[in-house]
């Protein structure tokens, strides 16, 4: 079972972008969504958690900028990315943690030019 994360792409410094990780149906007991992304020459690192009980928190290098969110019906999770700069250029990857296993995305590029 793989996720399948979108939206990515090439945006001008400022600019804006929602990534998009659907999971299929078969996926229960979620415990915790998450946002993650690697730079270029960079380890990946931590953007976001959306807990089970709709709590959110986020890396310092993002907050007030972007917002991570989920549609359960369809049970899709969002990054809202919002004055993106260029240091935000890098593979982003979604993660679902639930209390079997955790589950990846295969990871969308966003390019963010200056």
């Known amino acids: 079972v793989q996720l399948q994360a979108s939206g990515g792409g090439l945006v001008q410094a400022g600019g804006s972008l929602r990534l998009s990780c659907a999971a299929p149906?078969?996926?229960?007991?979620?415990?915790?969504l998450r946002w993650y992304r690697q730079a270029p020459g960079k380890e990946r690192e931590w953007v976001a958690t959306?807990?089970?009980?709709?709590?959110?928190k986020y890396a310092d290098s993002v907050k007030d900028r972007f917002t991570i969110s989920r549609n359960r019906a369809k049970k899709t999770l969002y990054l809202q990315m919002n004055s993106l700069e260029f240091d935000d250029t890098a593979v982003y990857y979604c993660n679902i943690e639930t209390v079997y296993k955790m589950f990846w995305g295969q990871g969308t590029l966003v390019t963010v030019s200056s």
């Open positions: 149906g078969s996926i229960i007991g979620i415990k915790a």
């Open positions: 959306m807990i089970s009980n709709g709590s959110v």
